[in-house]
């Protein structure tokens, strides 16, 4: 059960991709799964208590994200993450939701709490505590909060706080991150890791809360639009940090690669709901469907305009287009998954201009 609750697990490739879909050796990447999905699209109750008892929670002591990051908490404070703490029970969706399953309380309920809450461990109980917040995308920071907040990564060493992380030496900084990655935190250059985050709860893979509860299958999420929106809080890699930070705003390489990361994510993650499964031809499954070829249609577009040999050796295994009669290969998710880490190592972004025309500029909500 321990490996199956890693907010993240090390799978080393250094072999030529066995399927085909590259011919060149690969350098070893690090695949990161959801933490909210096993192989059933949902946690069981024992792997939520162990993700609860690993969560430090975004405020209320010293030892947690606000008290180094407390512009990043100010512009979390400001969205619809954390807002639905206080507001989503209430809406009559979440009511009438509730009650075709025959539940009382999203706070209580697992089905509810895994994506809408960041639960915390309280007298042995699960507990809902915040909105969706730092550790739902970052990772459970039990393991990795001291490493992160010590110079160096050195559990013995000073601490940092706000402004003196740029004051590291470059060496110094990239052993900290490592050592914080290695003890299971999700770092904002982990595009893919981050994807996975957004897309295990923005498509939803609960399979009972679509078809029995009437919840929505998913939202139209996309990474550019929302990143760069209302969740925006690049603050202390501003150019300014730490004496006049800005939210900083991707750059068109950075927003090209998020912007084709999150449609194979999406596609992987729709096609891996579809593989699991129980009521064929249900609501869930029509909207997977509609889902995988929407998606598809964006990816093609892309490929039209720019040609990225990693992504369409991996989509040629997709069904085109995907049919409620469509067998899907329970590898081919994660086929995609390694075909979109190989795309974010052979490519900075400087390239891909050819897709500028595709990416949304609409951002969903304003960044603070």
Known sequence: MELALKTRRNLMLSQKWKQGLVGSALL?????????????????????????????????????????????TEAWEAT????????????????????????????????????????????????????????????????????????????????????????????????????????????????????????????????????TGGHKAGSDFDMVAWSQGEVRHNFSSSAGAPDAPTNRTASAEQKRRLYVTGLMVDLETTLSNITRLSEKSGTYHVAMVKRANDVRNKLDAVLSAQAISELSAALESVPNPVVETSSIDAELPGKLGIATQVFLKSHDGSELSGIDGLIPTVLKGTPY
């Open 80 to 211: 619809s993450h954390f807002a639905t703490f206080k507001t989503r029970h209430r809406t009559d969706e979440a009511k009438e939701i509730l009650a075709n399953m025959g539940s009382k309380s999203m706070k209580r309920t697992g089905d509810c709490r895994q994506c809408h809450y960041t639960s915390e461990l309280k007298n042995e109980k699960v507990r809902a505590s915040f909105g969706v917040s730092c550790e739902s995308c970052h990772g459970a920071g039990r393991e990795w909060l001291a490493v992160h907040s010590k110079l160096g990564g050195d559990i013995n060493a000073s601490d940092l706080k706000w402004g003196t992380g740029k004051e590291q030496a470059a060496d110094s900084r990239m052993q900290r991150l490592a050592k914080s990655q290695e003890k299971g935190m999700i770092n904002s250059s982990m595009i893919y890791a981050i994807a996975k985050n957004c897309f295990g709860c923005h498509t939803v893979p609960n399979e009972l809360i679509v078809n």
């Open 28 to 72: 070893a990447l690090l695949v990161v799964s959801n933490p909210m999905v096993n192989a059933s699209g949902w946690m069981t109750e024992e792997e939520e208590i162990v993700r609860a008892s690993m969560i430090v929670g975004p405020t209320k002591n010293d030892d947690n994200c606000s008290s180094c990051h407390a512009l990043e």
